[in-house]
């Protein structure tokens, strides 16, 4: 089985937007190679403000090529590809906040993504757990939880592997 995968961005409404206030904007998944060090560097380095764009949309564009450059690429038009509905359940849910790139593993406490460290960053077991458990919560506008993607869910592959439907399993196609 692969290591998966989902990016998100913080979202904040623009003025007169109707929307039910901030959250985040998921960007799409991948199958396979997950885990921080299965990607660029590039991805995690922090993000600025430009004069033209501001930097979540700078980030969002780089994973979105990211994504697309990918054959288990799986962006937002093809439905969210798990079973499950939230990125609780996936191995590695990412997320730009204030211009820096943070992880979740399986709904764990979120981690800043440091290539320069020991795994990315990212705590082991033993670690302490002093960092702020609501950072999540603080960064979502309140949300307790990644979004549910339960009115997203389209129909379910695994990067060619297999699709696990109600009869039995089948082989997938991406």
């Not at 033993?126 to 506008?141: A, N, Q, R």
Request: net charge negative.
């Amino acid at each position: 089985m692969g290591t998966r995968a989902d990016w998100y961005v913080q979202y904040v409404p623009k003025l007169g937007e109707s929307t039910e206030g901030p959250g985040l904007r998921w960007l799409g998944s991948v199958c396979m190679d997950g885990y921080p060090c299965g990607f660029d560097d590039h991805l995690f380095e922090p993000v600025q403000d430009s004069l033209f764009q501001p930097g979540d949309e700078i980030w969002a564009e780089k994973v979105t090529k990211m994504i697309e450059g990918r054959r288990d690429g799986i962006l937002p038009e093809r439905g969210w590809p798990w079973p499950w509905k939230t990125s609780d359940t996936t191995d590695y849910a990412y997320v730009l906040y204030d211009g820096r790139v943070w992880a979740s593993n399986f709904g764990r406490k979120l981690f800043l993504v440091q290539p320069d460290l020991d795994c990315f960053g990212e705590p082991r077991d033993e670690d302490s757990d002093d960092e702020d458990p609501d950072k999540l919560k603080k960064l979502t506008g309140g949300l307790p939880k990644w979004p549910d993607m339960t009115d997203l869910q389209g129909p379910i592959s695994f990067g060619g592997m297999f699709i696990i439907t109600p009869d039995g399993v089948e082989r997938g196609k991406v």
